[in-house]
Structure formats: C-alpha cells, structure tokens
C-alpha cells in the first residue's frame, strides 16, 4: 500500500515541476548594424543577379586560367588549414550530439554476482541485475540554452570553414597571379637583355672605330649587367612564390614546380550588391554573428543556477541465490526517486557568473559591429583600388609607347653621332622602368579583384552553415 501511495504523490509532483518549468535565457535578436543603402565606391559597377557566376560557382574560374583552376581544387582536397578547420567543424557538430544528449534520460543495466563462504558456513551464491534510469528535467532552460549555444559555434564553426578556404584561395590566386607577373617581367627582362647586348655591340664597333669614347661602352656594359642582375632577382622572387603555392595545396616545395607559361590577363566584371547584402556573404560576418548568439544563450545558462537543479531516477532489478531466481516476484526490488538541490549562498558567485555571461555577450556584439564595419571599409578600400588601377593601366600603357619611342629615336640619332650616349641610357631606362610599370598595375588589377571577390565573400552563402 505504501508503494500505491506514494507513487502518484511523487508522479503528480513531477508533472508539476515539468508543467511549470520555463526557459529564463533572453530572446536573441541579431544586433543592429549600420547598413548603407550603397557603396560610396560603386559608382558604374555591374549590379549583382541570383544568376551571376559569383553565387553559383567557384569564383576563381572567373579569371579563365585553367592552371590555376587546377591548383584551386588541388588546394580544396590537400591544403592542411583547410583540413583542421573541417576537423573543427566536425568537432563543433559532435558536441552539439553531446549537449543535446542531456536532453534525454540514461539509462544503465547493471548484473553482479558473489560467492561467500567462512567457518561453518557453506559456501553460498549471490546473483544481482537491475535496470536504472535517470533523467534531469529541463524545467529552466539550462540544457536547452547549452543545446543553442553548442549549435550556434558549430554555425560559426562552418562560417571559420568557409572563411579559411576563401583565405586559402584567395592567396593562392594572388600568389599564382604575382608568379605570372614575374614570368611576364623575366620575358620583358630576356628581351631587354637581348638588346642591350645588342647596343653594346653597337657601342663597341663604334669605340673600335674611334667614332665613341670608352665611356659609351662601359655605360653599355653597365646597362647590360644591372638587367641581369635583375633578371635574377626576379628568379629569386619567383621560386618562393612557387614553393608558396607548393605548401597552399599541401605538397614539399621540392615536389612542385610550376612551369613558365603565357600571362592571361583576364580582369573578371565582378557584380557587386547592396551594402546589406555581406551581412549574408561573408563568413567572418556570419561567424561572429552566430558568436553573439552562443554568447546570448550562455546568458540563459548562466541565470539557470538560480533555480534548482531536479533529478529523477528510478530501479528495478532483483537478487537471488540462483540465476532462475532473479526474475521471480520475490526477488524483484524497485526505487523511484525525486531529488532537488538549490544553492542557498555562495557568496554571490551566481549574479557574477550572469555578469559575466551579459558582459561575454556585449563583447561579442561589439566584435560582430566591428567586423560589420571593417567588412564595410574592405569592399570600399577595393573598389576604389579597382577603379584607380583601370585608370592607372591606361596612363602606364601610354607612359609605356611614349617611352619606347623615345628609346628607339634616341638610339637612332646615337648611331647618326647626334647624341651622346648618356642619353641613350636615360632613355633605356625610363622605356624599362614603364614597360614593367605596365606588367605591374596589370597584375595588382587582377590582385585587386581577387581581393574585391574575398571583400563580397567569394562564392560563400551564409545558408551553406544552417
């Protein structure tokens, strides 16, 4: 009778408690945001559409380079960043399963069994098996807010995953796009070479002649080795950058090369949308957005320690002296349990931890405001660079054919004794330094739109980490 009595007394209790248990965490709200209705530096840019190639494939095909293609997706498989940022993604997954495995009662089976003698006595058996469970009702939200946190850092787990491989690719580019630029220098640079050697040459057969001094070959001879020397310091700049790219898609420099090929100097339309769309875009956006909200849920784990904490459990199982014994009604044994446990002082250590869990939250807001920003002022920075370096490539192009005419004329009126051949170096000069001038704005355009395409947040959508 006392089994029957009890029973539904701590029954009806428990429904109590669960009936009127209530999650004390804040709502979340995302946090405000300045968000311009345009980009100051967008003037004359291509608006961006559902369709363009920027959302629904890897933006690097945009360049239309196949070598480099290669290696983006050598990089995807191999690059070992790449790699621990997915093992970190799984890990953030696998403790989501954990903390929402709280959620649900244990259950465990235990078995024993004894044999005990002494003295007199005949040795005896003794066989033991129970079924137990125990369960912690959720009646204040801190297992749920612990689920809410652990989900929303596996979020911004994905949101770090796709922010490394946009930073692994977007240096791979701009290493695989500075290389080719070396390449195009060194070809200028042969060429160079190749004519100075011919203008010594010249300057030679004119001091054996007696029609130029000493002096003309010496220039000429000096002209010829600074080029040289050039040449090989673009060789030197050349192989770091391809042992750089050799680490970014996970192999030993020593087994990696990559060969001299023709620069394609594509510069790609990139489309560019409303300020409020890289609040979607970006990962490091996402990321710290989804930072706000574990921190937000850590609020309602923290104020849970206000409240008690309730468990239940309960038993049953039997002990006999014979293993047919055990499952008999009189050897069956059970318990049902309702325990509670509060903090009655602790020095104020609760109200510190929620201090502490708001200030975490504020601090997370303030990163996620500034990383909003910063995304902000990045695609600004980029736009203007893009703009500035077209114009830029059209001056550096007419600075180039100037220059060169300049060269040839004055070479000319050296062979015809009009000029002195000071002034044929000054002109060899400034005609190499605007030809590689030109090189270098074409690839610090292709640079700026790899980096104006990492700015919008590549290819990457923010529902990819949902």
């Known amino acids: 009778m006392t089994f029957m009595r009890t029973t539904p007394t701590l029954l009806t209790l428990t429904l109590a408690l669960l009936a009127g248990g209530c999650a004390v965490g804040p709502a979340y709200q995302r946090p405000s945001t300045p968000e311009p209705a345009a980009f100051k530096e967008a003037q004359g840019w291509v608006p ?8 629904r494939g890897p933006w690097w095909q945009l360049f239309g380079d196949a ?4 290696l983006a997706d050598e990089a995807a498989r191999a690059n070992q960043e790449v790699a621990a940022a997915v093992a970190n993604y799984a890990q953030a997954r696998a403790v989501v399963a954990q903390q929402r495995a709280s959620l649900f009662p244990v259950v465990s089976l235990g078995a024993g069994a004894d044999r005990a003698g002494g003295g007199e006595r ?5 066989y033991r098996v129970s079924i137990g469970g125990s369960w912690e009702p959720d009646l204040f939200g801190r297992l749920r807010n612990s689920v809410s946190s652990a989900q929303a850092s596996a979020q911004a787990t994905a949101a770090d995953l796709a922010n490394v491989r946009l930073a692994v690719q977007g240096e791979l580019a701009t290493n695989y796009f500075a290389l080719r630029q070396l ?18 040459q010249i300057t030679q057969n004119r001091f054996y002649a007696g029609i130029a001094a000493k002096s003309d070959v010496l220039q000429a001879q000096t002209q010829l080795a600074n080029a040289r020397n050039d040449a090989l310091s673009l060789a030197r700049q050349r192989a770091q950058l391809e042992h750089a790219i050799a680490v970014l898609v996970g192999r030993a420099p020593s087994e990696f090369s990559l060969a001299a090929a023709p620069w394609a100097v594509t510069i790609p339309e990139v489309p560019v949308g409303v300020p409020a769309t890289l609040l979607q875009r970006r990962p490091d956006i996402a990321a710290a957005e989804r930072d706000v909200a574990a921190a937000n849920a850590e609020i309602g784990v923290a104020r849970s320690a206000y409240f008690p904490n309730i468990g239940l459990s309960a038993s049953y199982g039997g002990a006999a002296s ?8 009189s050897a069956a044994a059970w318990s049902f349990g309702l325990s509670a446990a509060q903090t009655l002082f602790n020095a104020g250590a609760t109200r510190a931890g929620v201090q502490g869990a708001e200030a975490r939250h504020q601090a997370a807001v303030a990163r996620y405001r500034q990383t909003v920003l910063d995304a902000f002022a990045d695609v600004e920075n980029q736009l203007s660079a893009t703009r500035v370096l077209a114009q830029q490539q059209d001056l550096r192009r007419q600075a180039a054919e100037a220059a060169n005419l300049v060269e040839e004329q004055m070479l000319n009126r050296y062979k015809a004794g009009q000029v002195s051949y000071t002034e044929v170096v000054q002109a060899q000069v400034t005609a190499l330094s605007a030809r590689r001038a030109l090189v270098q704005v074409q690839a610090d355009r292709q640079t700026a739109a790899v980096a104006l395409i990492q700015a919008l947040g590549g290819g990457w959508r923010a529902d990819a980490a949902q």
């Open 48 to 55: 961006a559409a559902p369709s363009d190639a920027l959302e």
């Open 122 to 126: 005949s040795p005896s058996n003794q």
């Open 183 to 200: 390449d195009a220098q060194r070809a200028l640079l042969g060429t160079t070479v190749a004519g100075y050697e011919r203008v010594l």
């Open 67 to 70: 070598e480099l293609t290669r």
């Open 322 to 329: 014979r293993v047919g014994d055990l499952f008999s009604a």
